[in-house]
C-alpha cells in the first residue's frame, strides 16, 4: 500500500548499542523529516530533508545520524544509544511547497 | 520561525463546538497556519491550512482575523472521537520545515 512506514515500531536496547529506525515512503516526497515526541515537549524535529543527499539538523540532532542516499528512505542511527533517547520516534514526509506533513504511525524506543 | 502559543488543555461534551486560539504575535508576511491533530499512538494528522480571513473544510474551520496575529481552530459540533492534541504551527510552506509542534492543545470530549 502506498503511503509512509516505518520499522520496527517497537525496538528494546541497551546503553552503547547502535541503533537504526527506518523510515519508507511511497509518494516520492522531496521532504521527509524525524521528529522525537516525549512527554511534555510535543514534537521536536530531529534532522529533515529536502532531497536525496541533502539532510539539515533540526532542533535535536546530537547523538543522531541520518543519510538519505535514495528519495523514499530516510533512515536514522543512534550510533551509541542513551537513556535519555528513550522516546516515541515519527518520521514524516512532505511535497515540495505544501505544508502539509504525513506522518509515519512512530517507533517507541526504549533504552535500558 | 514565528513562535505560537496555544491553551495546554480544553474539556467539551459531545455536540458542542469546540474553537482552540493560537496566538503567533511575530508572524512573517510569508507563513501559513497550519493545523494538525494527533490522536494517542499515532502520528500527528493534517487538518488545516490557511493564510487570511476563514479556511473551511469538511473537518474543520480556521478563522484568521486580518492582523494575523492569531487563529482560532473551530470543531464543529464534536464527539469522542475528536479527543486529541491538536497543534497550531506557523511557517513558510517552502524552504524552511524546520517545524517543531510544541505540546499542543489536550481536547477531552465528555459524553
Known amino acids: 500500500d502506498a503511503g509512509i512506514t516505518q520499522s520496527p515500531r517497537y525496538k528494546i536496547t541497551e546503553t552503547g548499542r547502535q541503533v537504526t529506525l527506518m523510515c519508507h515512503q511511497t509518494w516520492s516526497h522531496s521532504y521527509m523529516f524525524w521528529y522525537r515526541q516525549d512527554l511534555g515537549h510535543g514534537l521536536r524535529l530531529i534532522y529533515y530533508s529536502a532531497a536525496a543527499d541533502i539532510t539539515d539538523k533540526g532542533e535535536v540532532p546530537d547523538g543522531y545520524v541520518v543519510s538519505r542516499s535514495k528519495t523514499e528512505n530516510f533512515p536514522l542511527t543512534l550510533e551509541s544509544a542513551t537513556r535519555s533517547q528513550t522516546s516515541v520516534y515519527f518520521c514524516?514526509?512532505?511535497?515540495?511547497?505544501?505544508?502539509?506533513?504525513?506522518f509515519g504511525e512512530g517507533s517507541r524506543l526504549t533504552v535500558l | 520561525l514565528a513562535k505560537t502559543t496555544q491553551p495546554i488543555s480544553m474539556d467539551s461534551y459531545e455536540g458542542q463546538e469546540v474553537n482552540i486560539t493560537c496566538s503567533h504575535n511575530n508572524i512573517a508576511t510569508n507563513d501559513y497556519i497550519t493545523w494538525y491533530q494527533q490522536f494517542p499512538s499515532q502520528g500527528p494528522r493534517f487538518i488545516i491550512q490557511?493564510?487570511?480571513t476563514k479556511v473551511t473544510n469538511e473537518v474543520a474551520s480556521l478563522f484568521i482575523p486580518a492582523d494575523r496575529k492569531s487563529s482560532t481552530l473551530s470543531l464543529p459540533r464534536v464527539s469522542l472521537s475528536d479527543t486529541a492534541v491538536y497543534y497550531c504551527l506557523v511557517g513558510r510552506r517552502s524552504n524552511d520545515y524546520k517545524l517543531s509542534f510544541g505540546a499542543g492543545t489536550t481536547v477531552t470530549v465528555r459524553a
Open positions: 490557511g493564510y487570511k
Open positions: 514524516a514526509s512532505s511535497a515540495q511547497n505544501t505544508g502539509e506533513l504525513f
